[in-house]
């Protein structure tokens, strides 16, 4: 007998339901997973009616709603008809229904706030470093913070100090 376990990379699910894209969601958002549908929370197969109607249904709604394409398999076992949605990583941020989810353990959760923006960040090759200040000027920079970071970088033959020196006087001055 044929059983599974729901964990990171994977979903049980008795019977579709559309809500379950942001499962789909979640997995494109970290390392990828499968969505069972027609699987018990015990992870004994019941198998699902609708198998050739969800084959088409779920890759459309899948690009449709979240902008990713699943593959979609119909497995068998003891005549029990059950679907396997494979979901790669996306390598952009993926929502559905404006909403960024990821996967954690065996739960799909709802990224918000300061976790969503690092998240964002983070698929996108960026960090905090990267975001641009609006409204500042070089007199909102402290001159005694970069000289002193300037001679640990010189310090620690991060950078020469011939080429630092006048572009320092030329800032402050």
């Not at 990224?111 to 609006?134: C, N, R, Y």
């Amino acid at each position: 007998m044929l059983t599974f376990n729901e964990n990171h990379n994977i979903e049980l699910k008795l019977i579709w339901k559309d809500e379950y894209l942001k499962h789909i969601c979640a997995f494109a958002n970290s390392n990828g997973g499968s969505v069972f549908i027609g699987i018990a929370d015990d992870g004994s197969v019941v198998g699902i009616q609708n198998c050739k109607k969800l084959l088409e249904d779920i890759p459309n709604k899948s690009i449709q709603s979240i902008g990713i394409y699943v593959d979609v398999r119909a497995l068998s076992t003891e005549g029990k008809d059950y679907l396997e949605i494979l979901v790669d990583t996306a390598s952009i941020p993926v929502s559905f229904k404006g909403v960024f989810y990821i996967r954690r353990g065996s739960t799909t959760q709802e990224l918000k706030g300061v976790e969503l923006q690092a998240f964002i960040l983070k698929k996108l090759g960026k960090s905090f470093d990267d975001l641009p200040v609006h409204r500042t000027t070089i007199k909102d920079i402290d001159e005694k913070a970069v000289k002193k970071f300037t001679r640990k970088a010189i310090n620690s033959n991060r950078i020469s100090s011939d080429s630092i020196s006048d572009k320092l006087t030329r800032c402050f001055n």
